[in-house]
């Protein structure tokens, strides 16, 4: 029996090393990628575009995701940022979920490297935001506000690398592609400290990273006046008539055989009623206990919570409406117990603990294609009994179990 039970286990363990061997990601169609420029000085703005995504929706678990990992912040051995791929910044730009909803829309990859030279942060919308902050289509993924003007990129060439990685082994990727940087000497010119703090804001603005709202009142802070603010504008190609405008041609008219001139921008006397209240909404806020629990927004548990929200919850009318009222609530306590973790690790840890199960229960949400209003609220009732069980019953019904467990053993020895 010995000898066949250990036959057995020979048996068992090639085939279960094999099916937890590193993911292979070859048969997968490489995407579309560009860096524009591909060397620079310290303080040069990178775009980098990705495009022509495979579909990926039909692949057996475990589901793959496309990471970019930028080495940059690695060389300054900045400590601040937790680097989630070993000593490289890494995230996701297209996933699985991403696939089975059908979005292979391209990806814009935009920030600046270091630079002594960079413009100032500004405190916009509840945090700074910096030239050097990565953005994903004008939504920032990492922020670099404390280094992006302390410090500069040391020159040398550095690696943008894409890979394939699933879900459950991200620290295991299978590279497809390597682009390099070259960093030379020198840095950009220098602008007067007067323009530092309105450039920033005005290439904020130009990557829809701030509202209009946001844009004219910092502005209006900085001493701008109504028509200067109008020429920011103009010259960022933000006016209604300039976003909206059809194309238009210096034909000569039937009537007058004149040349149409295109007026590129109205009299200044004049404001037309479109330009109030035409900027984007706000940025989504942030997930900030389960941010100081896990130590960054780009944590696969924050990731989670945040695909949640803008991939399922607010694409249904009442899943905003549960989110308006959760957000009511919830932003009322966030800050004060963030701020309790980031002062207390051990407190820090025993969130953690609590809210794994919970976050592991929500992403159930992310798996489940929900079409219709009454499948959100029968999903989310579903959950939300799911959690109470789990943190209220189940304690609930062990505290009886113990407290009449105690009694009997009291009762035995009398």
């Known amino acids: 029996m010995k000898k066949l039970t250990f036959a057995l286990l020979l048996l068992i363990i ?5 099916a937890w061997a590193s993911y292979d990601a070859s048969h997968l169609r490489e995407p579309e990628i560009t860096m524009t420029p591909t060397s620079g000085p310290p303080g040069t703005p990178i775009t980098i575009t990705v495009s022509n995504f495979p579909d990926i929706s039909g692949e ?4 793959p995701d496309f990471y970019i990992y930028l080495p940059f912040d690695a060389a300054l051995g900045n400590n601040n940022v937790p680097n989630l ?24 990859i935009t920030f600046s490297l270091f630079s002594l030279t960079n ?22 993924q990492q922020g670099y506000a404390d280094v992006c003007n302390t410090n500069s990129q040391p020159p040398g060439e550095y690696e943008v690398k894409f890979a394939w990685a699933t879900k459950t082994k991200p620290e295991e990727p299978y590279f497809i592609k390597t682009l390099k940087f070259t ?6 010119p220098a602008e007067p400290e007067s323009l530092r703090l309105d450039q920033t804001l005005m290439q904020l603005y130009k990557n829809d990273i701030i509202s209009e709202q946001e844009f004219e009142k910092e502005l209006k802070a900085l001493g701008y006046t109504d028509s200067e603010i109008r020429q920011a504008k103009a010259v960022l190609g933000k006016l209604p008539h300039q976003v909206n405008a059809e194309p ?5 008219t039937k009537e007058t055989g004149e040349t149409k001139e295109t007026e590129t921008t109205p009299p200044e006397t004049e404001k037309p009623k479109e330009e109030i209240n035409t900027g984007p909404p706000p940025a989504p806020k942030q997930c900030l206990i389960a941010t100081a629990a896990f130590g960054s927004e780009l944590a696969p548990q924050v990731q989670t919570l945040r695909e949640l929200r803008d991939n399922t919850l607010l694409k249904t009318t009442s899943g905003s409406a549960f989110m ?10 966030s800050p004060t117990v963030a701020e309790w973790e980031r002062q207390n690790p051990v407190f820090k840890e025993m969130v953690k603990a609590a809210i794994t199960p919970l976050i592991s229960t929500l992403s159930i949400l992310n798996y489940l294609n929900i079409d219709s209003e009454g499948e959100m609220i029968t999903y989310g009732i579903g959950i939300i009994l799911l959690n109470t069980g789990m943190y209220f019953v189940a304690p609930a019904i062990l505290i009886v179990k113990l407290n009449a467990f105690t009694k009997n053993k009291h009762k035995t020895k009398s």
């Open 14 to 18: 090639p085939i279960s090393s094999a």
């Open 60 to 63: 057996p678990y475990p589901y």
């Open 85 to 108: 791929c070993e000593n490289e910044m890494c995230f996701p730009i297209y996933t699985y979920e991403d696939a089975q909803r059908k979005n292979f829309a391209d990806k814009t």
């Open 119 to 140: 413009p100032k942060p500004i405190y916009l919308s509840g945090g700074l935001h910096s030239v050097c902050d990565i953005s994903v289509n004008g939504k920032v």
């Open 183 to 188: 960093v030379t000497e020198g840095s950009l």
């Open 248 to 252: 238009t041609s210096n034909e000569p």
């Open 324 to 333: 308006t009222a959760f957000n009511s609530v919830y932003y009322t306590f």
